[in-house]
C-alpha cells in the first residue's frame, strides 16, 4: 500500500506555503532591491542539499490584536543545520517578509532549540538578523522570548564560535542578541542596529541625529566599535563568515583547523630587512610585515576600521593558525589607548578560548597621554590587555620590532605576562621609557649646566640609547629569547608555533578572573 496522493500532495502544499514565507511577491521585491530573502542567504551558507530544516510548519500562537485569525509561515525565522565547507553549521534566518520578522515566543522557541543544537553537538553557530524586533501584539512574551535567545548566547560563548550577519534592521533589545556573539558583519545599504532611533533620541534629549549617525554599518565599525566586518551585500557578508568559519575550530575542545603537512621552510626572506625605517621615528609599514610574515599574505583583519593604532586578525604562518596582534606606528605612533586596549583585548580573549595561538608584533612607545583619556579610564581599559595575556594559556610569541616602552611594554606580552617566545629585532628598544624622555628626567642639571644644552642632551641621549635601551641589555638579562634578523622573522615563528602546539597549561581552579569591565 503506497501513501495516498492526497497526504502527499497536503504536504508539498504545506511546504510551499512555508517556503513562500509573506508571500512571493514581497519576496521578488526583495530581489529588486538587491537584497536576498531568508532562505537565499541561507542557501548561500550552506552546501547544496545539506540543508536540514527545523520547524517549516510553525506558526505563532498569539490570540490578541487579530492575529488567532493570521498565520506566520514559521513565524518568521527559518532555523536548522548543514554543512559549509565541510563542516557543520547551525543557523537561523530571520524573514522580514513574515510580520517584519517579529520575534515571539514560537519564532524565539525555533532560535533556542537550534542554539541548544549547536551547544550538544559542539557546531559553530550562524545568525542572520532581518527583525522589526519584539512582537508587541504578545506582550511580554515576546519580552521572555528575548531572553531565552540572550540567555543561550552566554551558554554558547566560549563553546562554539558564534557569527551574526546584521543584514536588515536590528532594533532595540533585538541588538543584543548580536551584540553577545563573537563577530557581527553588517551589510551596507540595507542594515542598522540601535537601541534607540533618530526619533526616540530627538523626543527625549533634543539632539537632532540621522539613522547613519547612529545606526549604520561604518558607524558601528569605525567610531563605535560595535561590529567587526562591514559587507557590499548578502552574498559578500556569508563569503566573510565563511573565511572566518575556516580559521576557526568547531568548538572549543577542537585544535583549530591547522595545515601542518608540509615541513617548516627556514629559508629567510630579505625582503623584510627592507622594510624597516632608516629613521626609528618614521613608521613601519606593519601591514606589509604582516603580509611577509604570513602564508599567501592571506591575513583576515577584524575590526579594521576601528582603533587603526593597533591591528588584529587571523592568518596561517606555515600552515598553523593564528591569532595576530600588532602596534600600528602609522597611526598615533602606534600608543595604546582606551579603544585599542578593549580591541585588542577581546580578540586575544576570543583567541585563548578556541585554542588559537598568539603572535604579538611590538613596536608601541606606551600609553596615550591626554586628560580625554585619563579620565576615559586608560588605566582601567589597559589593564584589560594586561589580563587577557596574563590569562591566556595558548601558544604565546612575541617579536619586539622597535619601541616597546614602559606599561606598554608588558600589555603586549612580555615574558613576564607569559611568553612562551620572545624574539627581538636588533632595532628594538626595550626601556621603561623613551632615551629623550628618560634624558630630560635623569640629566636634568647636567644638560642645564652645558655650555651648549642641546648637542649635550643630544649625546646623553645617545648614550642611554645605546646602554639601556638596546635588545642586547635585555637579552643578557634573559627578558628575551634570542635577537634575530628581520628576515629571519617567519622562520623563528613558524618553528615556535610548531614547538608549541602541544602546550598545556593549568591555573589555579576557579569559576573565572575579575577582568577590569
Not at 542557501?43 to 530544516?53: D, K, N, P, R, S
Not at 525565522?77 to 517578509?97: C, I
Not at 591575513?299 to 600588532?326: D, M, P, S, T
Request: glycine fraction near 8%; include cysteine.
Amino acid at each position: 500500500m503506497a501513501i495516498s496522493k492526497e497526504l502527499m500532495e497536503n504536504l508539498e502544499k504545506r511546504r510551499t506555503a512555508a517556503r513562500a514565507g509573506g508571500g512571493e511577491d514581497k519576496l521578488e521585491a526583495r530581489r529588486k532591491k538587491g537584497v536576498m530573502t531568508a532562505r537565499e542567504r541561507l542557501a548561500e551558507l550552506f552546501q547544496i542539499g545539506t540543508f536540514q530544516e527545523w520547524g517549516m510548519h510553525a506558526d505563532h500562537d498569539c490570540h490578541n490584536f487579530g492575529f488567532e485569525a493570521k498565520s506566520l509561515p514559521g513565524d518568521g525565522v527559518v532555523t536548522g543545520t548543514g554543512l559549509s565547507e565541510g563542516k557543520p553549521v547551525a543557523a537561523f534566518s530571520q524573514d522580514f517578509t513574515v510580520s517584519g520578522g517579529s520575534l515571539g515566543r514560537i519564532h524565539s522557541k525555533k532560535i533556542c532549540d537550534v542554539m541548544d543544537y549547536a551547544l550538544k553537538t559542539g557546531c559553530p553557530m550562524v545568525a542572520f538578523n532581518d527583525s522589526g524586533g519584539a512582537r508587541i501584539q504578545e506582550g511580554d512574551d515576546s519580552l521572555s522570548a528575548y531572553g531565552q535567545v540572550f540567555f543561550r548566547n552566554v551558554l554558547l560563548s566560549g563553546v562554539v564560535p558564534q557569527i551574526a550577519i546584521v543584514a536588515g534592521p536590528c532594533a532595540g533589545g533585538a541588538a543584543y542578541s548580536p551584540a553577545l556573539m563573537d563577530f557581527i558583519i553588517m551589510v551596507k545599504g540595507s542594515s542598522n542596529m540601535f537601541i534607540c532611533g533618530p526619533e526616540v533620541i530627538q523626543a527625549v534629549t533634543g539632539q537632532k541625529c540621522t539613522m547613519d549617525e547612529v545606526g549604520s554599518p561604518m558607524t558601528h565599525a569605525s567610531v563605535s566599535g560595535n561590529i567587526h566586518f562591514v559587507a557590499d551585500n548578502d552574498a559578500h557578508a556569508v563569503q566573510i563568515a565563511k573565511r572566518l568559519l575556516s580559521f576557526l575550530p568547531s568548538n572549543n575542545v577542537m585544535d583549530p583547523p591547522h595545515q601542518t603537512g608540509a615541513e617548516v621552510n627556514l629559508a629567510s626572506d630579505p625582503e623584510m630587512d627592507a622594510l624597516v625605517p632608516d629613521a626609528a621615528k618614521n613608521p613601519l609599514d606593519i601591514e606589509k610585515v604582516i603580509s611577509r610574515l604570513v602564508d599567501n599574505a592571506d591575513f583576515l583583519e577584524v575590526q579594521k576600521e576601528w582603533a587603526r593604532n593597533i591591528i588584529v586578525g587571523f592568518a596561517r604562518i606555515q600552515g598553523v593558525v593564528a591569532g595576530i596582534i600588532a602596534n600600528n606606528s602609522a597611526v598615533k605612533a602606534g600608543t595604546l589607548d582606551i579603544d585599542s586596549s578593549d580591541k585588542a583585548a577581546r580578540f586575544i580573549r576570543f583567541c585563548n578560548v578556541f585554542n588559537i595561538p598568539l603572535v604579538t608584533l611590538v613596536d608601541v612607545p606606551g600609553f596615550m597621554p591626554g586628560i580625554a583619556q585619563e579620565r576615559g579610564g586608560i588605566i582601567r581599559h589597559g589593564a584589560k590587555m594586561l589580563f587577557a595575556y596574563a590569562a591566556a594559556t595558548v601558544p604565546k610569541i612575541t617579536v619586539i620590532l622597535r619601541k616597546a616602552y614602559g606599561g606598554a611594554y608588558l600589555a603586549m606580552c612580555s615574558s613576564d605576562m607569559g611568553a612562551d617566545f620572545v624574539y627581538a629585532w636588533p632595532t628594538a628598544e626595550i626601556a621603561v621609557m623613551g632615551a629623550e624622555g628618560a634624558v630630560k628626567i635623569l640629566y636634568k642639571r647636567e644638560i642645564a649646566a652645558a655650555k651648549d644644552p642641546k648637542a649635550e642632551e643630544k649625546k646623553l641621549v645617545a648614550e642611554y640609547r645605546d646602554k639601556f635601551c638596546s635588545p642586547y641589555e635585555a637579552a643578557k638579562k634573559a627578558m628575551i629569547t634570542d635577537v634575530i634578523a628581520p628576515s629571519e622573522t617567519r622562520a623563528r615563528i613558524s618553528l615556535a608555533l610548531r614547538n608549541t602546539l602541544s602546550k598545556r597549561e593549568t591555573r589555579p581552579p576557579k569559576k573565572h578572573g575579575t577582568i577590569p569591565l
